[in-house]
């Protein structure tokens, strides 16, 4: 059973930083591609980060340079390093894990290429 698990949200100021987690069961790394997406209140959900299974990367314009996604193999563990947070970074931040067969990085961040399975989600909330 595939299970993904999002920790590390939290409130902080505009300037700050955070780091995601996202603790997975059931996934082999080397097949799928994983990624971070978020929605904020009365927004559609958007592709944040995704990191293919060969580690290849690809960010939305609105986080590059600021936003840095990883994973741990060993640990079955996906990560989101956020630095300098903005207030409209402000949303709920998922986890997202497909097989890689058929998709693009860039498919998947902007939404083509549908991902398999999703976490439920850590809140994220930058203050001005």
């Known amino acids: 059973q595939v299970q993904l698990v999002e920790s590390g949200g939290g409130s902080v100021q505009a300037g700050g930083s955070l780091r995601l987690s996202c603790a997975t069961s059931g996934i082999t790394y080397s097949s799928y591609c994983m990624g971070w997406f978020r929605q904020a209140p009365g927004k559609e959900r958007e592709g944040v980060a995704v990191i293919g299974s060969g580690g290849g990367t690809s960010y939305a314009d609105s986080v590059k340079g600021r936003f840095t996604i990883s994973k741990d193999n060993a640990k079955n563990t996906l990560y989101l390093q956020m630095n300098s947070l903005k207030p409209e970074d402000t949303a709920m931040y998922y986890c997202?894990?497909?097989?890689?067969?058929?998709?693009?990085?860039?498919?998947?961040?902007?939404?083509?290429?549908?991902?398999?399975?999703w976490g439920k989600g850590t809140l994220v909330t930058i203050s001005s």
């Open positions: 997202a894990a497909g097989l890689s067969w058929g998709k693009t990085l860039i498919g998947v961040l902007a939404g083509y290429d549908g991902m398999d399975y």
